[in-house]
């Protein structure tokens, strides 16, 4: 069963920063493009960031040069790194990603989230 965990997220302060792990599991031929996102409370889903098969990264532009995204292909893992965080930060991240599966066809996949709170 082909499934994406993520992991990392925490409370912290203001400032702080914290880093937040996407794990691909399952059989699988290939990972394309794979995301972050983020849920705050009465708001929408909303992209974070990205990164392609390549390396080719984008961001939204409330996390520029505070987060960083990337990807070790080899142990099947998206990072997010997170610096200055900011209440405005506080919410649910999830990772997306557009997974092949072996004897499939590519399709999207969520993971189910991890919480980041950010006091002020």
């Known amino acids: 069963q082909v499934q994406l965990l993520e992991s990392g997220g925490g409370l912290v302060q203001a400032g702080g920063s914290l880093r937040l792990s996407c794990d691909v599991s399952?059989?699988?031929?290939?990972?394309?493009?794979v995301g972050w996102y983020r849920q705050a409370p009465g708001r929408q889903r909303e992209l974070v960031a990205q990164?392609?098969?390549?390396?080719?990264?984008t961001y939204a532009d409330f996390v520029k040069g505070r987060f960083t995204i990337s990807r070790d292909n080899a142990k099947n893992t998206v990072y997010l790194g997170m610096n200055s965080l900011s209440p405005e930060d506080t919410g649910v991240y999830y990772c997306?990603?557009?997974?092949?599966?072996?004897?499939?066809?590519?399709?999207?996949?969520w993971g189910q989230g991890t919480q980041v709170t950010v006091s002020s």
């Open positions: 399952g059989s699988i031929v290939g990972i394309n493009v």
């Open positions: 997306n990603a557009v997974l092949i599966p072996v004897g499939g066809v590519p399709r999207i996949y």
């Open positions: 990164v392609s098969t390549g390396g080719r990264t």
